[in-house]
């Protein structure tokens, strides 16, 4: 009786860490773009394209947040994996902004990656969005805020 007890007192606890632990997740949307983007289309994009769940997370969870973010794009496939390496030899330092939206396409006519990420100021949540426009070397062809 008490084993039986024990057991179903568990059952709640492990719901919840099980919970906690998806809120705090981070999943990357990665799209292989088809069409040649300008600035006014990606303007578009950064109004449309949002992640709830990150805006309503700490900033100072964003350094575990990041690392998640990339470790699960380089395992979603090759493209993927070139996107996280070039995202993280660009930004190498930084450490309160998590990646939630990938793509690769072109930026009037040149190869370009783009991706979208959560940020926010010290001690705020991240509720700030930032795209970024980047060619194969890493070099910013354009940079967007809201």
Known sequence: MRRRIAILAVIPLMALAATSS???SSAVEYAKGSSDHDTA????????????TLEQQPSSEA???RREALIELRGAGEDERR??????STFPG?????????ETATFRGQPALIFI????????????????????SGGVLLTLMR
Do not use: H
């Not at 578009?44 to 949002?50: C, E, I, K, Q, Y």
């Not at 996107?83 to 993280?88: F, G, K």
């Open 41 to 52: 289309s990606l303007e578009r994009l950064l109004g449309d394209t949002r992640s709830t």
């Open 83 to 88: 996107a996280a390496d070039l995202i993280t």
């Open 22 to 24: 998806a809120c705090g």
């Open 117 to 136: 990420e959560a940020t926010g100021r010290e001690g705020a949540n991240m509720n700030e969005r930032r795209l970024w426009v980047l060619d194969d």
């Open 63 to 65: 350094v575990e947040l």
């Open 94 to 102: 930084v450490t309160r902004a998590v990646p939630y939206y990938v």
